[in-house]
Nanobody, 124 residues
């Protein structure tokens, strides 16, 4: 599985961005998907996750109510809608896919496929 993340950029605090992750592979619909981020000097952390059908989602406490993860299995894509962005959301965002889990997977160790990352910068 190859993952290609896009949609990052520079935005002012309070603004919105929509990240997209395009996946290759005919079995995409079976994969749990997740978004992670890594800020400078910090460890990579889970942001959001979604199960194979899109019926279950997970969000880190820091983004609940502001971010929404979704997927379109027909398009082999997963999205992260980010609203009310804050400077502390500045990070490189990575999408990840798990071929072992079809349910929710919020731990990095559960994912074996990673995209290249897309930079999100929120100015104050």
């Amino acid at each position: 599985v190859q993952l290609q993340a896009s949609g990052g950029g520079l935005v002012q605090a309070g603004g919105s961005l929509r990240l997209s992750c395009a996946a290759s592979g005919r079995t995409f619909r079976r994969y749990a998907m997740g978004w992670f981020r890594q800020a400078p000097g910090k460890e990579r952390e889970a942001v959001a996750a979604i199960n194979w059908s899109g019926g279950s989602t997970y969000y880190a406490d820091s983004v609940k109510g502001r971010f929404t993860i979704s997927r379109d299995n027909a398009k082999n894509a997963v999205y992260l809608q980010m609203n009310s962005l804050k400077p502390e959301d500045t990070a490189v965002y990575y999408c990840a896919a798990s071929g072992y889990y079809s349910g929710l997977a919020s731990a990095q160790s559960q994912y074996e496929y990673w995209g290249q990352g897309t930079q999100v910068t929120v100015s104050s």
